[in-house]
């Protein structure tokens, strides 16, 4: 069945689809009839716009929300620096600032578990480029945490839209706009802007984020595939509204704004919308729905026909993210080498392993929480052991990556990394290159006499 068997149910209710108008409410008739800011809303409710685009953007890039609520957000204390309690490490090298931009191949061990943490202070940013500030870039980080957000907390980031790819663990994620749950093998965004907290099962939870700068992210075009197939659109799941009525308990809102974190205080909760309305929300989806499309006869199609979302640049059929996944599969092509070809890209790619095994790799040195950064026109493919198997396989119908899930995010970006990344947490692998493609050796055999016509 096409649908993950998760260990925990979901208890929440979700609207379904992608880029649909949704509107929702808490209370029948909080939310007005044809207008959106009538003199007085329903129940003394404050109508307030959410604006994820311009508000001159194109009609089929428009996203906006209008959000009906207790008190409107803006009733809070100035914003005050906030520093991440960090047990004595220096965060200078968790900024862009300290980005290193360097050609090698680089793979990571799982990261740790910092059960210390929470979802707020337990991510590690790893790779990224760019700018919030200009709109620009993206940036890639690790995170886990065994502890909820402190009671009464909510956060959001200015900087960028969060696509979160859980690999262990649960998340209890509260947004202004409703609840998710979400568990390993779904992925979660939430738009920029928008207030959240999380709080955690009864495990600890780890994974991977990637922040948008620039747009958001939408579904890849189909082109000859048709009107289906791939992530579609039914399976993406949009939370309802869910409010708290709190006016009197003490609340702090983080935000991350051009990387730097600042508090602020209020005695209201952020989780106060009774009803919204609009295009801009959060969402998430399991990638056991995904619809995979293949070869049916030779060769290894472009992995490009596993995107599940797209977030393009202003150059047609190039993004500046790609959110790629692989998932189990048959491979039935004929008189093909099936697993990945060499190749070098312009695009940038950052891997990482939700479960299970990757088909392209032997020797089990790229696991689940760990990575692989292949920079742009960095030199990669299978290493020598998976060549030699694949260019030997019988080629009968295979299902591989059952039980596996790994994923990729391609930019068209130069991708800088950390020192955290590169040096403090350890966890970069000596000898990658060296054990996965040194070893290759020439079978490179012709005819005699063609040697001595070449010479
Ligand atoms: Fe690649």
Redesign the pocket.
């Known amino acids: 069945m096409p649908v993950t068997p998760f260990a925990v149910q979901d208890p929440y209710e979700y609207n379904t689809g992608f880029a649909s108008y949704q509107e929702t409410t808490a209370v029948p008739g909080a939310l007005p009839i044809a207008c959106n800011s009538p003199q007085k809303p329903p129940y003394g409710l404050y109508a307030e716009k959410l604006s994820g685009t311009a508000f001159t953007a194109p009609r089929d890039r428009n996203l906006q929300s209008w959000l009906y609520r207790i008190i409107p957000s803006a009733s809070h204390a100035d914003f005050e620096p906030y520093s991440v309690p960090s047990k004595g490490q220096d965060l200078r090298g968790l900024t862009s600032s300290s980005y290193k931009f360097i050609p090698d191949q680089l793979r990571f061990d799982p990261f740790d578990i910092e059960e210390s943490s929470d979802f707020l202070t337990g991510r590690r940013l790893l790779s990224g480029c760019g700018s919030p500030s200009t709109k620009t870039g993206i940036a890639i980080s690790m995170f886990s945490a065994g502890n909820s957000m402190p009671s009464k907390q909510a956060f959001y980031s200015a900087d960028g839209d969060l696509l979160v790819v859980l690999q262990h663990g649960v998340m209890d994620v509260r947004t202004e706009l409703g609840r998710l749950l979400v568990r390993p093998n779904e992925i979660l965004v939430i738009p920029r802007g928008i207030r959240y907290r999380v709080d955690l099962g009864s495990e600890a939870i780890r994974g991977y984020t990637l922040e948008l700068y620039d747009g958001h992210f939408q579904l890849p075009e189909l082109g000859p595939i048709g009107s289906n197939g791939l992530a579609n659109a039914r399976d993406f799941q949009i939370p309802v509204a869910a409010y708290e009525e709190d006016t009197e308990s003490k609340w702090s809102v983080v935000c991350q704004f051009n990387e730097q974190l600042f508090i602020t205080h209020q005695e209201h909760s952020p989780f106060d919308v009774v009803a919204w309305h609009g295009l801009y929300y959060p969402f998430k989806y399991d990638l056991g729905r995904f619809n995979v499309i293949g070869s049916t006869s030779f060769d290894h199609p472009d ?1 490009s026909i596993y995107t599940v979302l797209t977030a393009p640049s202003n150059t047609p059929g190039m993004a500046i993210a790609d959110f790629v996944i692989f998932p189990p599969r048959w491979l039935v092509q004929e008189d093909t080498f099936r697993p ?1 070809w060499y ?1 070098r ?1 312009t695009m940038a ?1 950052f891997m990482g392993l939700i479960c299970g095994d990757y088909d392209a790799k032997s020797g089990g040195g790229f696991k689940p929480a760990g990575a692989s950064l ?1 920079n742009v026109m960095s030199s ?1 493919g299978g290493d020598s052991d998976t060549h030699h198997k694949a260019s030997n396989d019988k080629l009968e119908p295979r299902k591989i990556g059952t039980g596996s899930m790994a994923f990729m995010f391609e930019t068209s970006l130069m991708l800088g990394v950390t020192d955290w990344g590169l040096t403090w947490s350890k966890k970069r692998q000596a000898g990658y290159q060296e054990h996965s493609w040194q070893p290759l050796k020439s079978h490179f055999t012709i005819p005699e006499h063609l040697r001595s016509h070449d010479k």
Do not use: L
Request: no cysteine; hydrophobic share 0%.
């Open positions: 992995p990945p190749h890209n790619e292949h990669h």
